[in-house]
């Protein structure tokens, strides 16, 4: 089985500061990991995954992410905060146990909040 | 760029009626999904289907549910009689053969009165 716990439910920073929005995860097999954003109406957009390859992924608009087996963390992260990325993050992870369907499981999300 | 859509976006209706949601994966993509997301909660997979039938399904993905690839390019998701907590944004997804990242439609709201 597999699950994905985000510990913050609210992140609000100001604008040019850090982003640290934190995941943990549990997984049976080598797990895929994925960030996804979605904007206030719209539909859900990657922003990065990671598929057993470097630990240290890059995504698009500046996120990145790092998986750390031993902590079960894939924590994802900006250096400097922009008004546009104002929205709610999913962090999710996908059972590679040898099916090939690859069904996602979501966290409950972290709404980002950027004040000027 | 390709891209998953979905229809309509919107889509109102009295329970107890029935509902089909339309999905258009992208083109070469072989697994389609569906997800909802109930307000204020996360998203929940709900069925996928692969080669005309459904792969894997979840609780909530009960006998009032089914889906459906009636041709070469559409994938809809029918709701029988449909619930108020069946209210909700559902969202197609599909994926290439064998790969993990799986492509977002914008979504359709459904609202159950």
């Known amino acids: 089985a597999q699950s994905v716990t985000q510990l913050d439910s609210h992140v609000s920073v100001s604008e040019g500061t850090p982003v640290l929005l934190r995941c943990n995860y549990s997984s049976s097999y080598s797990p895929s990991l994925f960030w996804y954003v979605q904007h206030p109406n719209k539909g859900l957009q990657l922003l990065l995954k990671y598929t057993s390859a470097a630990t240290l992924v890059k995504g698009i608009n500046g996120f990145e992410a790092e998986f750390k087996k031993s902590e079960t963390s894939f924590h994802l992260t900006k250096p400097s905060a922009h008004m546009s990325d104002a929205a709610e993050y999913f962090c999710?992870?996908?059972?590679?146990?040898?099916?090939?369907?690859?069904?996602?499981?979501f966290g409950k999300g972290t709404l980002l909040t950027v004040n000027p | 760029e390709p891209e998953v859509t979905q229809t309509p976006s919107h889509q109102v209706t009295q329970m107890g009626q029935e509902v089909i949601l339309r999905c258009v994966p992208i083109?070469?993509?072989?697994?389609f999904y569906w997800y909802r997301q109930i307000l204020g909660q996360k998203v929940e997979f709900l069925v996928s289907?692969?080669?005309?039938?459904?792969?894997?399904k979840s609780e909530i993905f009960d006998d009032q549910f089914s889906v459906e690839r009636p041709d070469g390019s559409n994938f809809t998701l029918k709701i029988r009689s449909t619930k108020l907590e069946d209210s909700a944004m559902y969202f197609c997804?599909?994926?290439?053969?064998?790969?993990?990242?799986?492509?977002f439609g914008p979504g359709t709201r459904l609202t159950v009165l």
């Open positions: 289907f692969y080669n005309n039938e459904i792969s894997e």
């Open positions: 083109s070469n993509h072989l697994y």
């Open positions: 997804a599909s994926s290439e053969v064998g790969g993990s990242e799986q492509f």
């Open positions: 999710v992870v996908s059972d590679n146990s040898g099916g090939s369907n690859y069904k996602l499981t």
